[in-house]
Every structure is written in structure tokens, then in C-alpha cells.
């Protein structure tokens, strides 16, 4: 009994293989189904991946999703339309560009440790010169902010909020991030 059932399922996967391979050559290969995988080696467009950073400094760097190691990483700041296509193989428009073609976004790919430097001075976060309060990401390099309550965000703050306090005079966060280290402490640790 056990041996007809096991020679029935063989049976039946073998037949209904053979079906599958059937109706698979009788397409046409210019057509493609929904279940089509494009790779680049097939023509599929895909952003380019390098070895070497495209961009020179970055300060809106995304490490991509996709777990590799060394990171892929994508500098997100936007370029004129010249400047894009003289450094990156691919570019494309912003994300929620009303008008497409100015200015445009390197969509070229770096795959490795380091994705370089801020372009912004490394001397001044959007927060100002110290912060007692960052928030870091684990990744490398770390994307931070700074909690810290003051009574006036710095002029590189793009973000800037009021919130809520127990302090009888309004006081204010900045909600930027910034890639790379936060900083000096504004106060020294207390060591016991």
C-alpha cells in the first residue's frame, strides 16, 4: 500500500512537471509573465554599483536595505542636472518632484565601508557646537540628533520645534539629523 501512494506521488509530480515544461516552451521568449526577474545581465535597469564613491561628500547618505557586507550605500543630495551627469553613471529626479529634470539625484550605488564625509563642516551640526542628549543609529557611519532642550535652535537648523517643558520660558529641539558623530558634550560628565 505505502509503495502505490509513493509511486503515485512520483507519478504525479513527474507528469505535472513535464505539463509545466510544455506550456513554458510554447511561449514566445519576447514575452514576459509576471513571475519575470529582470537582471541587468539581461537588460534590466538597475542603478549602478561601485567600488569607488561617485560623490565626493555627501550629507543625505542612505545605507540601502539590502544586507550586504560591505554596505551599499546611495547620497541622496541633489545635483544640477551637469554635475550629476559628470560624476554618476545614473541619475534620476527626486522623489515628489512636481517638475521633473532639475536638479537630479546620483543613483549610482557604493558598496563599501566607509560612504565619505559630511559636506557640511564637521565643526557645525544643524544643532550647534555640543549636545548632552544624541540619538545615534548603530550604523557606520551613525545618522544622529540631538534631543537637548534650548532656548534657541542654532542658524543651521533647518527644523526647529517648540516643546513642550516644565520651564516657565519657551524652549526649543532641532529635529535635523546630521551623518556622523554628534559631537562634544555641552556639560562635562560628573565622575564619582
Not at 505539463?19 to 537582471?39: F, P
Not at 535597469?45 to 551599499?72: F, S, Y
Not at 535652535?153 to 520660558?169: F, P, T
Amino acid at each position: 500500500m505505502k509503495n502505490t501512494m509513493a509511486a503515485a506521488s512520483i507519478l504525479f509530480f513527474l507528469l505535472a512537471g513535464l505539463a509545466a515544461a510544455a506550456h513554458g516552451s510554447t511561449e514566445d521568449d519576447t514575452t514576459t509573465t509576471t513571475n519575470t526577474i529582470r537582471l541587468p545581465s539581461d537588460g534590466g535597469t538597475l542603478a549602478a554599483t561601485r567600488r569607488t564613491r561617485p560623490w565626493k561628500c555627501c550629507d543625505n547618505i542612505e545605507q540601502l536595505p539590502v544586507r550586504t557586507n560591505p554596505p551599499q550605500w546611495r547620497c541622496n543630495d541633489e545635483l544640477e542636472p551637469g554635475q550629476c551627469f559628470r560624476q554618476c553613471e545614473a541619475c534620476r529626479d527626486p522623489p515628489g518632484r512636481p517638475f521633473p529634470g532639475r536638479p537630479l539625484i546620483c543613483d549610482d550605488v557604493f558598496w563599501g565601508d566607509d560612504p565619505g564625509t559630511s559636506c557640511a563642516p564637521s565643526s557645525e551640526w544643524p544643532w550647534g557646537p555640543c549636545c548632552d542628549f544624541a540619538i545615534c543609529t548603530k550604523s557606520i557611519p551613525p545618522i544622529c540628533h540631538c534631543s537637548d532642550e534650548v532656548e534657541s535652535c542654532a542658524a543651521a537648523c533647518g527644523q526647529c520645534e517648540m516643546v513642550d517643558s516644565w520651564s516657565w520660558r519657551p524652549l526649543f529641539v532641532c529635529r535635523d539629523s546630521f551623518t556622523g558623530e554628534p559631537g562634544p558634550r555641552c556639560t562635562p560628565e560628573m565622575h564619582n
